[in-house]
């Protein structure tokens, strides 16, 4: 009995050392960062997104796409697909699936994101146009702030705070954007849901 107790001790040490670093105030470094799941969930799909389905030599199957508050897209011959929590990729596989059944003989489909209206990212202080954006893959900090129209004049650039839902908790990532932008640190990619604070400096 004491050997087992040992044992289980044992494996709930190692748990609690792999789960991510818990700075004192809820803030992390960019570097201490969980590492993505490979985009999957930041990819997947949702209402209000627009794709644009291509069919290869199939013009007539080929177009753009808006996903509807059901989490699917009205397609011909299909009628309804349901793609919302889908990837692209996946999307592609269930549309590929329906014109398989009769439609189509050898269909080579792609889908592509035209726009992420599901997901947003959100850029507040002293920028020029603060609000809400729609994520793009591989969005980064530099991009975000650029779509809210550039840093103020009086933009602590070096002081902006990204803060991420991480399992379950809140947190802030510290992100020296200037520092990015003249080349000594590497870009800060964003995720869906991320909300970038831009302070005030002093001139």
């Known amino acids: 009995m004491r ?4 044992v289980f001790s044992l494996l709930l040490l190692a748990a609690t050392a792999c789960r991510t670093p818990r700075p004192l105030g809820g803030q992390l470094r960019p570097e201490d960062l969980p590492i993505p799941d490979g985009g999957i969930r930041a990819n997947t799909l949702g209402t209000g997104d627009f794709l644009e389905v291509r069919v290869y030599q199939e013009p007539d199957l080929s177009g753009i796409y808006r996903v509807s508050p059901e989490g ?18 996946l999307a592609a596989d269930a549309i590929t699936g329906c014109l398989k059944q009769g439609y189509v003989r050898r269909p080579q489909v792609t889908v592509m994101v035209k726009e992420f ?3 947003r990212i959100f850029v507040f202080g002293d920028v020029s146009k603060p609000g809400s954006f729609p994520y793009e893959e591989g969005m980064t900090i530099v991009a975000a702030v650029s779509s809210a129209g550039g840093f103020n004049r009086t933009a602590a650039r070096n002081g ?3 803060t ?12 020296k954007v200037e520092d990015i932008i003249n080349g000594s640190e590497k870009n800060f990619a964003l995720q869906p849901g991320d909300i970038v604070f831009v302070p005030e400096g002093f001139l």
């Open 117 to 119: 209206n599901s997901k």
């Open 164 to 175: 991420r839902l991480i399992e379950g908790r809140e947190t802030r990532v510290p992100v």
């Open 72 to 89: 699917v897209i009205d397609y011909p011959l299909c009628g309804k697909v349901r793609v919302s929590e889908l990837t692209p990729s």
């Open 3 to 6: 050997q087992l107790l040992f």
């Open 160 to 162: 902006v705070n990204v």
